[in-house]
């Protein structure tokens, strides 16, 4: 009976997100059809171009981002707490990070260390503010990061005008370069393109399997996702629920801290006005639509990636690039509806199935006793 | 504690909410005397000025119909992160039909295609019961997406359009009190204490108001009467406090859910469609500027009561006001008004025992003055954060007074218990 349920549960858990997939093309068929737009060229330009060299490389580097921040926001979505700070933790760490690493001359190697180390404490401080204020004041961190997300734009537009150099042949402002010794080079990872792969790729596989071992392998994973659980019965087992908020906000800060380290000592090497912005609303989504588990983010954020990337080909062909937005929203809400309603199937099937054999049961009890 | 929010024992209720109203009325009066001192002490006239007020009331209606919006959805028990995306899909409907058939059937538009987005939402969140800050993050993204994709078909080969901007779009009428304005002008150019002042928030606040500022206020007063005056109110309420008890008296909570949300994205809407006619007399791409979260904000300082909600929202409108106004100067001067009100606050903690809230209180404070003293101007990129700084400041000493629904958040489906 339970090697039934083990082929069957596998494949229902894949069919959520591929219906999902399915269902969010259908929908911008239509709305491809109602503005007039080819609906198969639009596809197959996505398709064609996506599968470029160049643009693989493109989407490894946006996933290798938008990995870091969904995992930034899963820790959080791990114990019940939303993170929506992560934009503003990102944003305020790689900007320090790029002041730090653009003023101090050190030996390559720890160079690199420097600036991570600050961008993570950078973050970890900034997301650990709304930690503290939830524990101690019992202040919702939903609003307390919106918050910061906005006070941490105007710091890093203050900060920015204080310590900028004009970046050479624009009008933009940016931090001072940070020299050779801090840069991460980039690895030939796809043949046939002439775009480096971040170096830091593997920083953030590596960070997948540390948030894979915490959570599964730790006493204070199974303490967080005890509390996400419920919350009287991880205090009832002696967890410290208002610590642990803290700690996860921490966590969750020096994560999205990363964020933009691929980025910055990959290819800017310094903070400018044009350092891409709203990456940790991104990895809400891709948390969501990964479950928050160290694996389905991944591919939620390379799909997510592959998207982005070739949405640009829409607009140089006369397509308005934004149906892939659209796509996007639906393929959030699709998987999750899908999700629920695998979810509701599952139950009712091992609710019928445990009424069957019950009733094989009473039949088989009825037959012993005699009439 | 239920007799508080179900309304459902009239004896105890009328003397507390007496209270309440007399202190929300002593609270505003004595905001407006500090603000007059302040003023007073350090020569920032635009403080109190008809024009920093008339600006703070346009900021605020945007701010206040989003918090409405989510009120309704989270009395009802549904969390409605989406509003941000309800906000967008408000402008652009708009500006498309304001521009095509007139400022009104835009307001129209606006509402209904607010209330699109909104029933959206309530299909994914009460008939498939999927998680509501993942259903909300989705329509956000949708209508963001939705928006930029139609403004880029509708408006890119239009002249006065461009592919992230509709064409322009008529005015409102507004309306000025006839006869009060000059007076009041004459009055606020003295500089007395006080007496100026309160004659320059009053001609702010009657000359040159927008028609959709009206009904914004009339939609804040209905919403009150609805939720806590008809049986219809009383219901959706229970659906956010014990859906299983609501149901259990014949309640059709899934309708009322359906319900709160559908017009908590209308509210939305029309909180977008002021964005977009009376604020910009456009449809600019990004105009909403995150007023969406911002109005959630503002409902969890009003503690999801319609009043505070409306309270929330002009704090934000103010502050976003003030730095628009001379903003170094006036942010400076407010730097003092932030500092005296966190000591008081800070010795009413101390006195009620909560000792460590109280210090924390009292040390910001002190960096507060110390930085008003030492200090002639806030830089213009730090102007900008008053609304923001100001909400966590306030929200970190008072939310542990905050009350949400009791079952705000939560899955409900029906025939279940728990």
Redesign the interface.
Known sequence: MTGRRDVRSPALGLAAPLLAIAFAALLASF?LIG?GDPVLGTFQLLLDYGQQPRSIALVLNAATTYYLSAVAVAIGFKMNL?N?GVDGQYRLAAMTAAYVGGTLSLPAGLHQAVIILTAVAVGAMWAGLAGL?KA?????E???T???N??AT??V??FL?KVAVPVQGSNNIGTQPIPESGRVGGLPLVPDSSLEVFGLLPLAVLVGVAYWLLLGRTRFGFDLRATGRSQSAAVASGVDVKRMTVTTMLLSGAVAGLVGMPQLLGASYSYSLDFPAGLGFTG??IA?LGRNHPVGIAFGALLWAYLDVSSVILDIEGV?R?????????I??SV??A???VRRYRLRDEQRRVARELDQQRAADAEGVPA | MSTRTTGAAPVDQQPRRRLRASRAWFGAAGLVVLLSLVRVVTGADDITSAGTVAAALGLAVPIGMAGLGALWAERAGVVNIGLEGMLILGTWAAGYAGWTYGPWYGVLAAVAFGALGGLVHAIATVTFGVDQIVSGVAVILLGSGTAQYLSAVAYADVSGGGATQSPPVGDLPSFTLPGVGPALGDLEAQGWFLLSDVAGILRGLVTGVSVLTLIAVAVVVLSWFVLWRTAFGLRLRACGERPQAAESLGVNVYTMKYAAVVVSGALAGLGGAFLAIVAASAYREGQTGGRGFIGIAAMIFGNWRPGGTAAGAALFGYADALQLRRGGESVHALLLLVGIALVVVGVLLIVRGSRRAGITGMLVAVAVLVWFAVTDLVPGELTGLTPYVATLLVLGLAAQRLRPPAAVGLPYRKGTSS
């Open positions: 709305v503005a939303f929506i204020l101690t004041r019992g202040v919702s939903v609003i307390s919106i918050m910061l906005a006070i105007g710091l537009a203050f005008r809400i989504a969501l308005s934004e149906i892939v937005t659209i796509m996007q929203g639906t959030v809400l999750v509806v999700y629920e309603l």
